[in-house]
């Protein structure tokens, strides 16, 4: 088979990117890489072709070529093919670099057995160096862009195997005074450098001479993997993560330089720092950190040489320098910053955060620079949130936040002023107490934002984060928790329907607040008894914050809310309320409660569970009443005459979401009676018994749909259609939602969510009453008149399939003919619920079609009649 075309590789490539796991599942998935491979070879297809080619290897490695013998096999393949391109410049040798780096990278194919790697490493070792590239490999103009790309594939593997070349650190600084490439170079030589540093410390206790210039382990040819074999389980990470230098494990400790060594290696930081500002920002910061990670982790090594290069980085703009800089500083601390070099940093960063048109992710950056900004000598524990020394009330002055600010700038903004309100309490109560003034007025702001009813639910989450983020930064202060726990209580009060935040914000702070809080929500509750949609929201907090010590004043709202629990949702919350009391002791009023509700909850689940709780509080003492009633499933098993010992007790008390167990589709139409009913087909997966299916139609079309209940469904077992009776307010299809409401095998109670069904408009088609013999046609006449001026009229073609008009009148129109005259004229009349209707007269048929002329008195319907008659050739 020869090679593919350029538009047949377009198609296969693209399904594989499509979803690259079920391509390589199917049929073509098998041979994608060898067809790739053997392609590339071709002469019939153009380099930009076989660039995409390449780049589907550098995307995908694992999933062309997924075991080690495949990936070995490819890499050995793409270097032959580097190997014999012509002399002439190419788009392809960069690419085929890449390729095979990433295959060997990727596939766990690099190591000394591999005879890829042993061509690999030399060639790009040699392509570094300057010393392979001439007549045999490529032209000289392709010198320079080879060697960046040769120097970028060895920091990959040197990622991959850390140490690879440490025994080529001599030659590599030997090249950074030469022409060529900087930026790879000197990534490159620092990760070797720190790699190396990091193997040695485990290893011996000096360098070996390494770092000597022009000194190299591999003189004779040979590759060293003595480095790379030390060093494999030590991966160390690429992003900011300082050792800790009183820790043997993670710094250097061990590694103890020779005074000539320590002289090299000062000598190659210093040589690589000189030469920085030549790299982009980016590649600056990434050398910056690799160069002070290797001398941090060393014993007795100043960090000095570091100091010329502040000069030019604290005056900075770029971001990633200026990050790079405070990570030095974490780092070094006031062996590298001085107390004038911290001072700088911090008026900087406050005044650039002031900025009026900073972009959102700038002005969060220098706002978390603030507020995680390193200090020389902190003061308070390690570890402790504290805002620096020198940032006082007067340098933020323009840092305080805003309700016009954006809410991630704002809460920012509001963590470093509950930092600073934390400072000035011990120091000078004046700014405290402008600052505390300043803080009330703003979370007030934000709980009257929060409180406006149908406001956004953004506002609302942005006041409990800021909440939330003052209790934890003061918890400690009363004069502060005392007027934020009243404005909470304000805010429930003002708008019931926040309870699952105020559940939230309880889960989430210390008791400092969490306790006072609960109190205060609970005597909010039960002093204002609710209906209907505030009573389930003072139920669900409710559950949250009852406790014995008040059991009486939430037992009095108990009682009253539950002559207004008509709903299922509200019984059941409820019911949570008593099992969060029963949980603290229970008492002679929760039995009668308990008793209460046994005998008058409309929903049987309900009576149920109040039943069970009733003779759980009568029969269990206090400590095993708790673990009956507990989360927890490895709780010890109850001791008890009355129930089974099982652990998983608590799940019998509660609905439980599950998986559908049944399927539900529509089934075929039935036109009679005096409303529509939606025939069901019901197929059970498992077992179910009780089951009751609730309907919910979206908007306000239809009236509520009643529920439909089965005593029990088994698989296997045919079921009898269900019939829904819809009643809708106009004639316009819909979705319903529907929930099953079941009892399973085991005695569990559950709920499920099935897909929605839809309503077609054909669904609601209901025939006229039938007139007598001879009468049809003044019948259908009558109606006809009676359409118009009120109604509308008008004319639709309606395509007709190969089996003509007659099949497609007896197969979707049949029960609502009043007159025909087959095979050429119908009359027929629809009864649309709830009180229009809809008149057709289909004429003599066409070729293709027929003509069908139409009246209704509610021309609402008249696009969903021309859609359904335009249908119906499709669906036949």
Known sequence: ???????????????????????????????????????????KLSEQTKVSLLALSLEYPAQLWPDVPAAEAAATSLLDILVLLPPRPSALRRPLLLAATTVLASGGVLGPTSGASCRLLPLLLGLATGRDVGRGF?????????????????????????GLLGGFLGLLRSQLGQEGPIQPLSL??????????VVQSRSGPGLKGLLMAGVSSTGSGTWDWTLVEEGHAHLQPQAPCWPAAEEGACGLAMLEPSPEEVRELRASVAQLLDTSYLLTPVAQAQLLWLLGWALRGLRGQPPALFKPQLVRLLGTAQLTLLHAVLALKAAFGEALFTSQDEALLLRRLTVAAQHPALPLPTHLFYLHCLLSFPENWPLGPEGEEAAPLLLGPQLCRGLMPSLLHDPMVLLSRLHLLCLLCAEDEEEEKGHFQNLQWYLEELLAGLRQRAALDGGPRALATLCFQASYLVASCLARQPMVLTPLIQGLAQLYQARPVLAPHFVELL?????????????VLRQEVVSRPGRDEALRWHLQMLAKVAEGDAQSATLSFLQTAAAHCAHWGLQEALLKVCRALLREGGGAGLADLLQALARQLEDPDGRDHARLYYILLAHLAGPKLGVALGPSLAAPALASSLMA???????????????????LSVGPQRASGPLPVLQLQVEALEPVYSLELRFLVEGQLYAPLEPVHVPCLCPGRPAHPLLLPLRPRQPAPARLEVQALYTTPTGLTCHAHLPPLPVNFADLFLPFPQPPEGAQPGFFEGLWDSCLPKGAESRVWCPLGPQGLETLVSRYLEPFVVMAQPPTSYHIAIRLPPNSMLLLRLEAPQVDGVPVALRTDDWAVLPLVGDYLRGLSVTE
């Open 188 to 197: 490159l030589l620092a990760l070797a450098l720190r790699n190396t540093l």
């Open 507 to 519: 889960d989430r702070v210390g008791p400092e607040l969490r306790e006072p809080l609960r109190v």
């Open 1 to 43: 088979m020869g090679p593919l075309s350029r538009e047949a590789w377009a198609e296969r490539l693209g399904a594989f990117r499509a979803s690259p796991s079920a391509f390589m599942a199917g049929a073509d998935g098998e041979d994608l890489g060898r067809d790739l491979l053997s392609d590339l070879r071709s002469e």
């Open 645 to 663: 010992e099982n652990q998983g007790f608590a799940a019998g008390l509660i609905v439980q979401e599950a998986l559908a167990p049944i399927q």
């Open 138 to 162: 490529g032209p000289i103009s392709e010198q320079r862009p080879l060697q960046a790309t040769a120097y970028e594939c060895l920091r990959e593997l040197e990622s991959c195997k850390p």
